[in-house]
């Protein structure tokens, strides 16, 4: 099992940057498949960027060239820099896990994190 803390969450004009940051707890982090999704009022959690315990790294389109997902096994931290913010990025962030492959649908993450709000402003 695994608890995972988010951070790094805030207020940013457009074109601005963030640093979310998620903590799990455990020794098995290298383990788990980890995912950033998002959830913005009014629509469907959605995937926005996940990664492989061997770094291989999956984007969504709107995520593309814009955001890094990256993971600190040492840490057992995963991290999503996400760079030129739009107001269509606000949303709150959710970082989840499952033990073993790929996957995209929130559907098949067995653990979650609280959240953390992200406010773009225009």
């Known amino acids: 099992q695994v608890q995972l803390i988010e951070s790094g969450g805030g207020l940013v004009q457009t074109g601005g940057s963030l640093r979310l940051s998620c903590a799990a707890s455990?020794?098995?982090?290298?383990?788990?498949?980890m995912g950033w999704f998002r959830q913005a009022p009014g629509k469907e959690r959605e995937l926005v960027a996940a990664i492989s315990t061997g770094h291989t790294e999956y984007y969504t389109d709107s995520a593309k060239g814009r955001f890094s997902i990256s993971r600190d096994n040492a840490k057992n931290t995963v991290y999503l820099q996400m760079n030129s913010l739009k107001p269509e990025d606000t949303a709150v962030y959710y970082c989840?896990?499952?033990?073993?492959?790929?996957?995209?649908?929130?559907?098949?993450?067995?653990?979650w994190g609280q959240g953390t709000q992200v406010t773009v402003s225009s």
């Open positions: 989840a896990a499952k033990l073993g492959s790929e996957a995209y649908n929130s559907e098949d993450y067995g653990y």
């Open positions: 455990g020794r098995t982090f290298i383990m788990y498949y």
